[in-house]
């Protein structure tokens, strides 16, 4: 298997999966990847504890973190990926709590690179891509979002450009249209396939 034929780590970053928007747009992504003969991972913080990062600065010497929590998993998944996609709804203009305490706690990555001085390697391109869904329509709507995902991806060795898509006045999964579904599902297939930055291009915040 070479790395492109892993499977797709898709980060879930909604507090729930039962009536989610945000749920509901990784689902029809994720029929979208098998249906372009990919394969992928799925976590959700909405199914595990995960504490805030401390800021204690001990990973900054080790590489690791000292919190004994369900991160371990998000920490392997993340290691094992080439390919990630963020699906995120926004919470006061940004990813919710938990979402974000999980990225937060990547920052043990971020201390091997650029503390520790231990570049990552990938035997093929490593590639971004994020979704967000927010119920309002406001212009900069996703723009902290995708700030802090150019920033997630650089922290993990992977590109600071990726592919972005935000769907705007999506209040609960009702809210989203059949046609909107269908694309999504294409983007999976896309992502899959990796021509998702020919169709929606590179965007870095
Ligand atoms: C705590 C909270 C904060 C929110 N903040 C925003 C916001 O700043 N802008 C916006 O457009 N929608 C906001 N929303 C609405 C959600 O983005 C929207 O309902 C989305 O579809 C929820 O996705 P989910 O069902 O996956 O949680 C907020 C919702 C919650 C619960």
């Given at each position: 298997m070479t790395v492109n034929d892993s499977p797709i780590l898709a980060l879930h970053l909604g507090p729930r999966r039962d009536d989610s928007s945000s749920w509901l747009m990784l689902e029809r992504f994720q029929k979208g990847v098998l249906a372009g003969g990919g394969q992928i991972k799925v976590l959700s913080v909405a199914d595990h504890v995960i504490e805030g990062c401390r800021g204690c600065g001990v990973c900054y010497q080790?590489?690791?973190?000292?919190i004994e929590d369900d991160m371990t998993v998000f920490y392997e998944a993340v290691e094992a990926a080439s390919r990630i996609v963020v699906v995120t709804p926004v919470y006061f203009y940004g990813p919710p709590a938990l979402g974000k305490a999980m990225i937060d706690r990547l920052q043990v990555f971020w201390s091997r690179i650029y503390k520790l001085g231990e570049r990552r390697t990938f035997e093929a391109p490593p590639q971004g891509f994020v979704m967000a869904v927010g119920a309002t329509k406001g212009q900069d709507l996703f723009t902290p979002i995708k700030l802090c995902a150019k920033y997630m991806f650089d922290s993990i060795g992977f590109p600071r450009k990726f592919p972005f898509k935000g769907y705007r006045r999506v209040e609960t999964p009702k809210d989203w249209s059949p046609e909107w579904l269908a694309e999504v599902e294409g983007y999976g297939r896309d992502f899959a396939k990796g021509t998702l930055s020919q169709s929606l291009g590179l965007d870095e915040g």
């Open positions: 080790t590489g690791l973190c000292v």
